[in-house]
């Protein structure tokens, strides 16, 4: 038998992905803030990258004249220079609630809570102050300060007092002291902690269940795993039981406490308050809408005009500076043409989603369509993986002034849960609707839910519970009249 080999010539397809695209997609999944950080970079690495930044309104992303924006503030042109110099983000805000109440005008305004967000740490600053002696107030500024964005405790007892060269002891002190405020359960160290806390604060109510208690305590693993038959057995439970117990903590309980913390009708966060920066800006137009992609309005990007005339005149310069000149200015064009790619694309797709929600813009967030970035991808002819990446950690800013993520525009359920805001905002705080009580409240106007579901939701939008949202508003309401 003999073998032969033979080598003949077979057509072939292969994807050749270009340096440009890479850096393209790179650069168009990047945040606003990273890609202010790329802009600095490459200005830094770069000396044939100019760049011109216009300084534009926080709010709105109008340009600012003398520091200040004429759509936001329009009687900007009658104040004299040192006004202008003083302004600042609040007078915006505190000029906005003087047209509002002229205007009788209290439409949720999502923006206005932003910008007048208190942070959770000047909260309980505050709060303990009135609890602590002035000596301990040092001890609760470092814990507080050492809050996780759960507002769990990253800090052990011994760091705190070795960093305030104090006792152990008074520590402990101040910690039980912090984890006696609102929100209930802030101020522990893990997630059984937490819940522990919030049922001890149930339990002083009359509201104590025992078989809670030992399943927190004893069997805490098998409860996240779900492990109910094993739960039974080493308490020597009924499994209905242990189911009611489950139930008892998913209504009741919140392994989250700092997501769910309101005062005064804002939401109070642990991190520092402050804007969320648009990326897009929707503006209304006579006929519809006109898309403003706003880092291009921001960015003004160019080749430093020194680096073209080099080359032209490159007679006088040695090889090796001809080399450098000539690379600095191809890499500069490279990177300006990957930025204008960005925006492009950023345009497309906004202009995509104007098309799609024109009803949504016209009428408010009932009328959000299910939509899917696929169904846009199609649209606009491109891959969805870029959509993906082109809509990540992006914002919009709606015609009507309210800041959105781009991910809320593909979210099917964004139009329930603000119906669920919606009832929540009018219950009575001191008798709050339970999840069952709001699917019912759903059902009346069309909306069929389950609890679960209710549940869920809920927990997504950073809502505490019923009876945690019960004991808030008979704190407030107690503060309110002390």
Known sequence: MDLEQNQSLLPQININISAKLITSLKILQLSAEELSQTISQEMADNPALEIEEQQLCPICGAPLEDGRCQECYPGASTTTPDAAADYDATSYIEIRERQRSLDGDEEYDPISLVASEVSLSDYLISA?????????????????????????????????????????????????????????????????????IQLRQLEEEGKSDQVVRQILTSCFEELGEHKFDQIASKLHLK??????????????????????????????????AGYVRPDVAIRPVENGYVVEVLEAERYQLRINEFYPQLIRESDDLSAEDREFVKKCAGRAKFFIDCIQQRWATLRQITECLVDCQREFLDRGIRYLK????????????????????????????????????????????????????????????????????????????????????????RDAMHVLPSNLRTRMALHHYAGAVG
């Open 128 to 196: 303990l102050r009135n609890v602590l002696p002035p000596e301990d107030l040092p001890i609760a500024d470092y814990l507080v300060g050492s809050l996780d964005e759960f507002g769990y405790l990253t800090v052990g007892d011994e760091e705190v007092a070795e960093a305030c060269q104090v006792s152990v002891d008074r520590v402990a002190e101040v910690v039980a002291a912090l984890q006696r405020q609102d929100p209930v359960g802030v101020g522990a160290r893990s997630a059984q902690e937490c819940l522990l």
């Open 239 to 272: 499994m209905e039981h242990v189911i009611d117990a489950w139930e008892f903590i998913k209504n009741n309980l919140t392994p989250f406490p700092a997501w769910s913390f309101w005062r005064d009708g804002q939401r109070v966060t642990v991190s520092r």
């Open 370 to 457: 299910p939509l899917t970035r696929s169904e846009v991808a199609f649209r606009v002819n491109l891959h969805e993986s870029t959509v993906s990446r082109a809509t990540a950690n992006k914002f919009i800013l709606l015609p009507n002034r309210r800041v959105i993520s781009f991910d809320d525009l593909f979210d099917g359920s964004l139009a329930i849960k603000d119906a669920i805001r919606e009832i929540i905002e009018h219950e009575d705080p001191l008798h709050p609707l339970s999840d069952q009580e709001i699917a019912q409240r759903l059902q009346e106007n069309g909306v069929f839910l389950a609890r679960r579901t209710v549940a869920k939701y």
